[in-house]
């Protein structure tokens, strides 16, 4: 049956379906909703149930074709939906700590250029902020103007490297190596 959305029964919530797309993908699935006036029709796909279900959108217009495969449960209620709260909980503090090491990584009351080249230090180096300082390698401190004469501390070593990656850096970035 060719799908012009002319039969708003047909889509309703429960109906196991096989669908054909213009797009020639073919899958079943039941319908949760359909959204008249967005002409969007929300599918659980496959009929089977179970703890990890695929939702898809899918735009009433790139139906080419579908079959109508009988009657489900209502697929909205309660008594069948199941929510792993612990896998939920899981990814909640992971995005949280995710969100907190991405916030670290934003300098407070420090220029574009200042957060550019922390930026462009993190890619080869371990760096944080202290303040408005940049301090790499956990000993050697870049300061403002973020300049090679800016760096200080650490081994004369990581003192020189670090001058070096600033000094290749500021050149890729094309920032000038003077202060006014």
């Known amino acids: 049956m060719a799908m012009d959305g002319s039969n708003p029964e047909e889509l309703a919530v429960g109906c196991a379906l096989l669908i054909k797309t213009t797009l020639g993908d073919i899958f079943e699935g039941h319908v949760i909703t359909f959204d008249r006036p967005s002409n969007i029709l929300v599918l659980q796909e496959g009929i089977k149930h179970g703890p ?4 898809r959108l899918l735009k009433t217009n790139y139906i080419k074709e579908f079959n109508f495969l009988g009657q489900v449960e209502d697929p909205l209620d309660p008594n069948n939906c199941y929510l ?17 090491t991405e916030a670290e990584r934003i300098g407070v009351g420090v220029t574009i250029e200042a957060q550019c080249i922390f930026d462009a230090l993190s890619k080869t180096l371990p760096v944080r902020w202290d303040k408005t300082s940049i301090v790499v390698m956990n000993e050697v401190q870049v300061t403002s103007p ?3 004469e800016s760096v200080s501390g650490g081994t004369p070593a990581a003192n020189e490297r670090v001058k070096k990656v600033l000094e290749f850096e500021r050149k890729r970035l094309q920032l000038r190596n003077t202060s006014g």
């Open 52 to 55: 990890r279900r695929n939702i």
């Open 84 to 100: 792993d709260l612990s896998a939920l909980q899981a990814r909640e503090e992971l995005a949280i700590r995710q969100a907190e």
């Open 146 to 148: 973020y300049l090679p």
